[in-house]
């Protein structure tokens, strides 16, 4: 049996739609969760670990709003950096017009329940500083790096192969400067997933194989598990939440 390489992946053939359908149109009390841990850790750094005008990253955004939402109050620019075409347009879809789509709002109204959030107005701030870039998280070398990122079901969700798994770790982290805070989450023990009519693959991994990852490039490192299975075929989530380190080339 061959194992399903990054490379092989029809990711041209992503429905966005059903991706939202499935996955946020009805928020999951996890993701809900998760949002106010990420709120509450960014809110936390934000004093001691983030510039003025701070530029940030998601990485893989697909069709979620909600990371790049929780970096909005600190960000001058946010990249939204995705690989499959029809995300790519969702996500450009989003960022102009009459502002993004009623179904981000209830993740807005849990992270506006924090000072840093109260006084932002999302959408057009959305609107003014968020840009899409399609990319290849493999291919970010770290010649570029931002001050603030966030990785979400990533890169666990992008091959079945645990190399290219660690690869776009290392790849994420080392698009961060050193002291960058950083929110990344991954599906455990996923057997892959379906997206309207497509399987997308996915590495089996868990809350030691994502701490024993992220530690060479950690300065704190908190990992939080979200526990109740919320979709067959994967037993729950983690959200790591951490600074960038010094160590392994970080400037
Ligand atoms: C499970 S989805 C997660 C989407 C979104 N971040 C979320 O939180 O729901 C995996 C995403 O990774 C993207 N992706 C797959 N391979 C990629 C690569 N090599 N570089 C960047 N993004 C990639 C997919 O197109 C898809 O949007």
């Known amino acids: 049996m061959t194992i399903e390489r990054n490379a092989d992946t029809p990711w041209s053939k992503f429905d ?20 106010k841990l990420v709120r509450d850790y960014f809110s936390d750094c934000s004093a001691r670990a983030l510039p003025a005008s701070a530029r940030g990253i998601d990485v893989g955004a697909g069709a979620n709003l909600y990371p790049a939402l929780s970096m909005l109050p600190w960000c001058d620019s946010i990249l939204l950096l995705e690989y499959a075409t029809p995300n790519v347009e969702y996500l450009k879809a989003q960022a102009v017009g009459g502002g993004y789509d009623t179904v981000w709002d209830a993740f807005w109204d849990v992270l506006s329940q924090a000072p840093a959030y109260r006084d932002v ?75 309207g009519d497509h399987t997308f693959p996915a590495c089996r991994v868990n809350a030691d194989r994502i701490r024993e990852s992220l530690d060479p490039f950690t300065a704190e490192l908190e990992i939080h598990e979200v526990t109740p299975m919320v979709r067959p075929g994967h037993e729950g989530m983690i959200l790591a939440l951490g600074r960038r380190n010094a160590a392994v080339g970080a400037p």
């Open 16 to 35: 966005p739609e059903a991706y939202v359908d499935l996955n946020y149109r009805t928020p999951l009390e996890a993701d809900l969760l998760i949002v």
């Open 121 to 195: 107005e999302p959408r057009g701030r959305f609107g003014d500083i968020v840009r899409v870039e399609r990319g290849q998280l493999l291919e970010l070398g770290g010649e570029r790096r931002w001050d603030i990122g966030t990785m979400f079901f990533v890169a666990e969700a992008m091959s079945e192969r645990p190399d290219e798994f660690r690869r776009g770790v290392e790849c994420f982290m080392n698009a961060l400067h050193r002291g960058a805070p950083f929110a990344a989450a991954f599906m455990t023990e996923s057997l892959g997933y379906q997206v």
